[in-house]
């Protein structure tokens, strides 16, 4: 698994790259339609156990999409197995997707970046 890991980060960095470019599209047409396509909204997100390492990509993810800014995170209490991991709530405030969709979004974003950064692979 060690060696697919730069491939695994390389993937990441590909597929981060094509989010950024989509979500500047549904932001550049916002701004230059007169329709107003935002509905602002503050969610909560409890993350799977992470380094610190992964909560801090994350959050730099989150923040660098257009459209998301995470505004504070908390730690979770909680025991988890392995002293490196912990949980911790991400609190964002999203421009252009209901909860739901936004929850699946930084979902997803999470499974990669640990598929991506763990050495193992991470399970996706």
Same mark, same amino acid.
């Given at each position: 698994?060690?060696?697919?890991?730069?491939?695994?980060?390389?993937?990441?960095?590909?597929?981060?790259?094509?989010?950024?470019?989509?979500?500047?599209?549904?932001?550049?047409?916002?701004?230059?339609?007169?329709?107003?396509?935002?509905?602002?909204?503050?969610?909560?997100?409890?993350?799977?156990?992470?380094?610190?390492?992964? !909560?801090?990509?994350? %959050? =730099?993810? @989150?923040?660098?999409?257009?459209?998301?800014?995470?505004? &504070?995170?908390?730690?979770?209490? #909680?025991?988890?197995?392995?002293?490196? !991991?912990?949980?911790? %709530? =991400?609190? @964002?405030?999203?421009?252009?997707?209901?909860?739901?969709? &936004?929850?699946?979004?930084?979902? #997803?974003?999470?499974?990669?970046?640990?598929?991506?950064?763990? %050495?193992?692979?991470?399970?996706?």
């Amino acid at each position: 698994m060690i060696v697919t890991w730069p491939l695994r980060l390389i993937g990441l960095v590909l597929w981060f790259m094509w989010q950024i470019a989509v979500s500047s599209f549904v932001v550049m047409r916002d701004v230059l339609t007169h329709d107003d396509d935002s509905d602002p909204i503050i969610v909560e997100y409890r993350t799977a156990p992470l380094t610190s390492w992964e !909560l801090a990509m994350l %959050a =730099l993810m @989150v923040n660098i999409t257009p459209g998301t800014l995470v505004l &504070a995170t908390r730690r979770v209490p #909680g025991q988890e197995a392995d002293a490196k !991991l912990e949980r911790w %709530a =991400l609190f @964002v405030h999203v421009m252009y997707e209901n909860r739901d969709e &936004a929850l699946a979004s930084f979902r #997803g974003t999470e499974k990669r970046i640990v598929h991506a950064m763990r %050495a193992t692979g991470g399970g996706r």
